[in-house]
Structure formats: structure tokens, C-alpha cells
């Protein structure tokens, strides 16, 4: 089954073509600028790449374009628009609505409406995407797939938060967790290399510019970083993560701020840039530190020490510790931030070889970075959350 994995942004719509039978890629891109002057950029797996500057008012002609060079003689994978059997969409927020992945009709769009005040800038253009898919697939069934969904299994002590309960039932404030379709493929992998899925503690780390942890047990989630939006949790490139709530309130009085301005400065002027006062870039933090530069040493210092405070508080909460993962930008491709975080836990029975975890850099494999006779293992887990959609939508349409 072909299967078009579409992620939609409020003026993108990046995509990707998969093969579920054999699980490979057949073409991949990015529509951008919708609604200002629209430009595409399609990609082969062989290595081409084509550009192409063209009008895009809205996603409906968005998803008219991307199809379009899907089933161009010249760039594209497949002869015609028959060949695509099924739309994935990511989407990134379904509140309590949602558990698993579904298929679309009239009752899910208006449930994935209601979602909007927990996601505005998300689940807007989740519905342009899937209304745009509409209006050009007529004929071709859609599933969404949730980041939320993974961590629905969390108990309600661990995703309630202590605020007074009736605005937990009036405004859905709870922990929901994000990056759930990683954390639901790398803890998979994971269960196929520990050959089991009873009794297994696993902590699973995808970080990125944003990063998040989760605790996942036998399999299921029972505990995570990300709360009620992605602002919670660990230091991020720009983002904040958990910090003390009265601090809030203090600065907007002190610098005399709106609500939206706080929300912009702790989304966007805070983490590895607030604290570095270089970038939010890991890439030019990591300059910056062979430099000696003092504020982004500090800010990869806190970063490391967060992830290890979560790594012991989540194998406290499961009782146990059988595997830790990293995955995404940072996760993959740090040895160093890698290192950092798993020196000194190795009373958990973490322990590092030093040379396989040097040795994971950009590497498209599953790689143990433990040594042979360490307790837990330890393992870099290229992530594909394209896959997970793909398969969900195979999965569900086949029924």
C-alpha cells in the first residue's frame, strides 16, 4: 500500500510517500509559503532534488502541487493520483478525545475541533491539511495520527496536576505529552532488542530543538516530560522547560509584559539561546564551548543534568531500569551530550563505551552504546515517526 504521510504548518505542508509493504520511502518534500507566493521542494531517494517557485493560496492547492510531482514524468514516483491508496496525517494534539489512531469522518474533524484552544497553532492547520487532501483526494480515505495518543496509558496521578479539579474538567489542564509517535517507535525497537514487552522499564529520550522524556513500561507510557503543552519539561533550544510557575508572574510584573509576550519569551527567548546568549543551535553551542565561552558551557551543563534527573526519576517511578534510548537531532548525533548525561549513573548499571558511542553520528542503524555486561542497555534509535503514520494508516484502512 502506497501511503502519503502529510504534516501540516500553517503556511508548509511537508510530506512523504512510503511504501508500507516494503516500508521504504518513494519521494519526500516540502511545500512552503502557502498563502504568500508558495515554493516546493521534492526529493527522490536516489539523491535528486527539485525546486519550484509556484503559487499556493491555500493547502488545497498545496496538496495539488506536491500530487502533481508525485506523478510527473520527470520527478515523480508514481503514474497517477490512483496509485496513492491512503493519507496519513501527524497530528500534533488530541486532547482526551483520542487514544489511537483513527480514520477520518465528520465525527473526528469535529472532536479535532474542539482541540483547537489546546493546540491553536497546531490543530488549525491539521484541518486546512486534511481539508485540502479533501477537496483534491475526494475519493481517498485519511487517518490521523496523534503525538498525544501514546501517552493516553499514563495513570491519572501522573498526568493530573494539582490545581483545583474543576478547571481540569472545565479547560482539559493536564499533562497530555507530545512526541508520543518517536517515543511509540523507539521504545518498540527497543522491545524487539530486549525480546519482550512484560516487564520492561524503558526511558526513552528524543531530543531535539525540542526534547522530551518518557518512562514506558511494558510497553505503554506511564510517565512524561512534555505536560500540557510542549513549554514543560527539560531545557530546550529555545524553550524553558519546567520552571518555578511563581517566576511567571514576577517577571510580567517587574518587565511589565502581556500574557502573549510571556508566552513568546519563555517559548522563544529562553533555553540553550537564553541561556548562552549564542544560539539555539547545538551546532554553534558546541563551537562555542571548544571556545571557552562560559554561558554556553552552563547552558549544556543544565541541559545534561535535567535529562539525568529525569532518567533517575523515571527508573524510580517504574521501580526499575532495563534500557535508556536516545533519539532525534540531538539524541542521534551528541556523543557528548550522551556521555554527560549517562556519567554517573552507573549505580542505575549505566555504563558507557566510549568508543561505540563516539562511533553514533549520524548512523541510519540501531547502535548500542553500553558495554557488553552493563545492566541496562543503553542505545542511539534513529527515530521514523513517518513510518508509525504509515503503518497506523495501512493498518486501519486494511481493516
Not at 491539521?126 to 475526494?138: D, N, P, Q, R, Y
Not at 507530545?178 to 526513552?204: N, Q
Amino acid at each position: 500500500m502506497n501511503v502519503l504521510v502529510v504534516n501540516a504548518g500553517s503556511s508548509s505542508l511537508k510530506y512523504q510517500l512510503l511504501d508500507t509493504n516494503t516500508e521504504k520511502e518513494l519521494a519526500k518534500g516540502v511545500c512552503e509559503r502557502i498563502g504568500i507566493d508558495g515554493n516546493i521542494t521534492h526529493k527522490l531517494p536516489d539523491g535528486r532534488k527539485f525546486q519550484k517557485n509556484i503559487d499556493m493560496p491555500n493547502h488545497a492547492v498545496a496538496m495539488q502541487i506536491l500530487v502533481d510531482m508525485l506523478t510527473n514524468k520527470e520527478c515523480g514516483c508514481i503514474s497517477d493520483m490512483s496509485e496513492i491508496n491512503a493519507v496519513g496525517h501527524r497530528v500534533v494534539h488530541g486532547g482526551e478525545y483520542f487514544s489511537k489512531s483513527v480514520i477520518v469522518n465528520d465525527g473526528v474533524i469535529k472532536k479535532l475541533e474542539k482541540c483547537k484552544d489546546l493546540a491553536p497553532l497546531h490543530t488549525g492547520p491539521a484541518l486546512m491539511g486534511i481539508a485540502g487532501c479533501t477537496e483534491v483526494m475526494k475519493n481517498t480515505p485519511q487517518v490521523l495520527v496523534f503525538d498525544t495518543a501514546f501517552h493516553q496509558t499514563m495513570p491519572d496521578y501522573a498526568y493530573m496536576y494539582p490545581i483545583q479539579y474543576t478547571h481540569y474538567k472545565k479547560y482539559g489542564i493536564r499533562r497530555y505529552g507530545f512526541h508520543g509517535t518517536s517515543h511509540r517507535y523507539v521504545s518498540a525497537e527497543m522491545l524487539k532488542i530486549l525480546g519482550r514487552t512484560e516487564d520492561t522499564k524503558i526511558v526513552t529520550c528524543h531530543l531535539g530543538n525540542g526534547s522530551s522524556i518518557s518512562a514506558v513500561k511494558d510497553g505503554k507510557s506511564v510517565d512524561t516530560s512534555m505536560g500540557f503543552t510542549p513549554l514543560d519539561g527539560l531545557e530546550m533550544g529555545t524553550r524553558c522547560g519546567s520552571i518555578d510557575p511563581a517566576i511567571v508572574c514576577f517577571l510580567m510584573e517587574k518587565e511589565n509584559m502581556t500574557a502573549s509576550e510571556m508566552s513568546n519569551y519563555l517559548n522563544k527567548k529562553c533555553g540553550l539561546l537564553g541561556v548562552s546568549e549564542v544560539s539555539s543551535d547545538s551546532r554553534e553551542i558546541e563551537a562555542a564551548i571548544a571556545g571557552g565561552n562560559e554561558k554556553a558551557i552552563l547552558a549544556d551543563k543544565i541541559m545534561s543534568y535535567e535529562i539525568k534527573k529525569y532518567i533517575g526519576a523515571y527508573a524510580a517511578a517504574m521501580g526499575g531500569l532495563d534500557a535508556v534510548v536516545f533519539t532525534a537531532g540531538l539524541g542521534e548525533n551528541n556523543p557528548a551530550l550522551r556521555k554527560n548525561v549517562c556519567t554517573g549513573l552507573e549505580f542505575l548499571g549505566i555504563e558507557i563505551d566510549d568508543e561505540m558511542n563516539k562511533k553514533a553520528f549520524h548512523q541510519s542503524e540501531n547502535i548500542k552504546i553500553s558495554k557488553g555486561n552493563a545492566k541496562v542497555q543503553v542505545y542511539v534509535i534513529p527515530t521514523n515517526e513517518e513510518l508509525v503514520i504509515a503503518r497506523d494508516t495501512a493498518e486501519l484502512i486494511g481493516k
